[in-house]
């Protein structure tokens, strides 16, 4: 079992930044791949931003320039730092970890049964 914990969320106005972290722990594997989603109620969750075990990530194309992702490996860190926020960026930040497979058919395919692992999520508010 892998537990992970997100961190890092709060109330920012339009312009803001704030750095989210996800930290995991148990039985995680180091091929794992990590990611973060995101969800505003009543809507459909979406990828944000995927990090791979060969040091490869992946930013939503929507949101390049203003996130980034990173991952400190020896802390079981992962990271989402997010600059210039907006309004539109306000939603509840989920963490989820698991084989690359598994983990690529939710970030791409949408296929959000498959993580096997997720944490329980950070809001993050932007106010205009």
């Known amino acids: 079992q892998v537990q992970l914990v997100e961190s890092g969320g709060g109330s920012v106005q339009t312009g803001g930044s704030l750095r989210l972290s996800c930290t995991a722990s148990?039985?995680?594997?180091?091929?794992?791949?990590m990611a973060w989603f995101r969800q505003v109620p009543g809507e459909e969750r979406e990828g944000v931003a995927i990090?791979?075990?060969?040091?490869?990530?992946s930013v939503a194309d929507s949101l390049k320039g203003r996130f980034t992702i990173s991952k400190d490996n020896a802390k079981r860190t992962l990271y989402l730092q997010m600059n210039n926020l907006k309004p539109e960026d306000t939603a509840m930040y989920y963490c989820?970890?698991?084989?690359?497979?598994?983990?690529?058919?939710?970030?791409?395919?949408?296929?959000?049964?498959?993580?096997?692992?997720w944490g329980r999520g950070t809001q993050v508010t932007v106010s205009s």
């Open positions: 989820a970890t698991d084989e690359k497979l598994r983990l690529r058919d939710a970030y791409i395919s949408r296929r959000y049964n498959r993580p096997r692992y």
């Open positions: 148990g039985s995680m594997y180091s091929y794992y791949s």
């Open positions: 990090a791979h075990s060969d040091g490869s990530t």
